[in-house]
């Protein structure tokens, strides 16, 4: 876990990049990210593994966000942004 001082160190050094970069976006312990309103969900329940030479279509579903609305992560999850 890097503090800001250490998050602004490697942002200097070009060890991070982070394009465009709000200075409020950084917090003690953080980076504040912004994304666009699509995600594709993954829907690991479906399938025991990922495999990137087969097709599974089921995988990963696409979901659209209105600006004023929330999009909730739960532990466990994994999108696309």
Same mark, same amino acid.
């Given at each position: 876990?890097?503090?800001? $001082?250490?998050?602004?160190?490697?942002?200097?050094?070009?060890? *991070?990049?982070?394009?465009?970069?709000?200075?409020?976006?950084?917090?003690?312990?953080?980076?504040?990210? $912004?994304?666009?309103?699509?995600?594709?969900?993954?829907?690991?329940? $479906?399938?025991?593994?990922?495999?990137? $030479?087969?097709?599974?279509?089921?995988?990963?579903?696409?979901?659209? *966000?209105?600006?004023?609305?929330?999009?909730?992560?739960?532990?466990?999850?994994? *999108?696309?942004?």
């Amino acid at each position: 876990m890097l503090s800001d $001082r250490d998050i602004r160190a490697a942002l200097d050094a070009g060890r *991070v990049v982070i394009e465009p970069l709000a200075d409020s976006a950084i917090r003690p312990s953080s980076v504040d990210l $912004r994304a666009d309103g699509s995600f594709l969900v993954f829907a690991n329940h $479906r399938y025991p593994y990922i495999d990137v $030479r087969a097709e599974q279509p089921e995988l990963t579903e696409l979901v659209k *966000v209105d600006e004023d609305e929330p999009f909730i992560l739960h532990p466990g999850e994994f *999108v696309l942004g």
